[in-house]
């Protein structure tokens, strides 16, 4: 009896410590990738704001289609790119292209859309000098971060898929226009207008759009208009953040604002946008590298990353 007594101690013990080992194991995993992402995503940044203004017509443009396009044809399972002409207020017309990266998964129904603009404003108008307000910024946090985020997510997903299908949406012309022209949001607009003309079961089941969460004192507020459009996709992102400690995200409401994600709620698609409006920098020519941090970057994915393998 004593004998089988201590053979069972002896399997208990030797259970408990392959169960630790293996935790041990998952939980140097999970700190590896985290460390791993942030690191891709930071280099992603660097490059974007390297490559200087990012608005249609210019050099940093092209640069930054070429980014998302050979990411895109490494990691996701389908790229498509939406073309389409904007009438500008002052005569003539522009091309801009939208980029959506399909990642099919393995379960039946409609996919969750995450978006992110990647042009920047050509104009610095919230400066206090006229002359500045003339210069374009370059928009490593406001175009920069939500990009970056989204190309680490595509290649997440392609390491670590989900079974639910997901599309990763790149907008242009969010920043192009001054305000009031009807000249913002382009790209979210032009999508919206796309889907109206398919069947609605081929409408995205929500849509999350990701805008400038890079910078180093990241607070997430719920964004008023999402709580109306959204909530039941917001508790799902609020309840991941708070089960897994990420204290960048703040469960009270703050601001209302005008974002990519208004043109799908419009069409009744839950709809929400994260961001984090206290920025100082917004619109201005210190819209640099050096107010982004990649721990801020690391826990937007962190969150995004579980939302969608538990959706």
């Not at 630790?20 to 990738?33: D, P």
């Amino acid at each position: 009896m004593e004998n089988v007594r201590g053979t069972r101690i002896c399997m208990y013990l030797w259970s408990m410590a392959v169960f630790l080992f293996s935790f041990s194991e998952m939980v140097n995993a999970q700190s590896y990738a985290r460390e791993k992402y942030s690191n891709i995503m930071w280099n992603y940044l660097e490059v974007l704001s390297g490559f200087g203004p990012r608005y249609v017509g210019t050099k940093g443009y092209s640069k930054t289609l070429r980014l998302i396009r050979h990411v895109g044809a490494e990691f996701a399972g389908e790229v498509i790119e939406h073309p389409f002409f904007v009438k500008q207020h002052s005569g003539g017309q522009r091309q801009m292209i939208n980029v959506e990266f399909v990642f099919h998964g393995n379960a039946e129904g409609r996919p969750v859309l995450l978006g992110a603009h990647y042009d920047t404003r050509p104009f610095a108008d919230q400066e206090s000098d006229p002359i500045l307000q003339t210069h374009p910024i370059i928009g490593s946090n406001d175009g920069g971060s939500g990009t970056s985020v989204l190309l680490g997510l595509a290649q997440y997903l392609k390491e670590y898929p989900v079974s639910q299908p997901v599309r990763l949406m790149f907008f242009d012309g969010e920043d192009f226009g001054r305000s009031g022209t009807g000249e913002m949001f382009l790209g979210s607009k032009h999508h919206a207008d796309y889907l109206r003309k398919i069947s609605q079961k081929n409408w995205p089941l929500a849509v999350i759009i990701v805008d400038m969460v890079g910078d180093k004192d990241l607070e997430i507020f719920k964004e008023t208009q999402s709580m109306v459009s959204g909530p039941k996709v917001l508790d799902r992102i609020y309840s991941v953040a708070k089960r897994i400690n990420s204290f960048q995200f703040n469960e009270k409401s703050k601001y209302t604002i005008q974002d990519d994600h208004l043109p799908f709620a419009r069409l009744g698609i839950p709809s929400v946008v994260l961001i984090d409006f206290d920025y100082p920098y917004w619109h201005k020519l210190s819209d640099t590298l050096d107010k982004c941090s990649s721990r801020s970057l690391s826990a937007v994915l962190s969150v995004l990353v579980r939302v969608l393998s538990e959706w």
